[in-house]
């Protein structure tokens, strides 16, 4: 049996979760639902879930531990030994990505830095926004860098979108997808050569 203080405890946790994972035309009704719920009730929906509340691991109180772990679905773009690179869930332009350090830490690491610039890099090129905003933040003491796509005037304060995992995985597979070899252009000079006839000898 859960006690008062633990039930209080466990429902704070998924709100928040609920507060940065769902779409937002869900997070109240999923929110009421929580609070809602009597000591018996939870514990079934815990159980349902297969959350694990006595978990003392960073995992089970921190989104993004979740995330770099892969206990929670998402769409990987990109990772390296330290971070793993993953599409907003909620993103404010096409392209909208987070790095996240595979490791609970106050600050990223250099190496997240390093794969947000790739992926930046690779945002220009796929989807060509003005620019590519890259800053760090940090959600549940967790450091994260989220790297924005900017067409318009888009920042991070600017209104999100709901994305379904399968938008997602169709920005993905653009996101990935090999350039197609341009046909090759042959140089003036080659053309300039190619038409080139000798003179006639009166
Ligand atoms: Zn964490």
Redesign the pocket.
Known sequence: MLSGEEIIDIKQKLVSHIETTFPPEQILSAKSQIESMDSEQLEKFLEKNNILVNDKE??S?????AI?SEKIKSVKIGENEKAIAVLEINPISKGHSIVVPKE?LDEAPKEAMHLAKEISKKIKEKFSPKEVEISESKL???AIINILPVYKDENLNSEKQHATIEELEKTKEEFQKEEEKEEEVIPVEEVEKFLWLPKRIP
Do not use: Q
């Open positions: 960073e995992d109180k921190c989104v993004f531990c770099a609970h549940f003491g967790h």
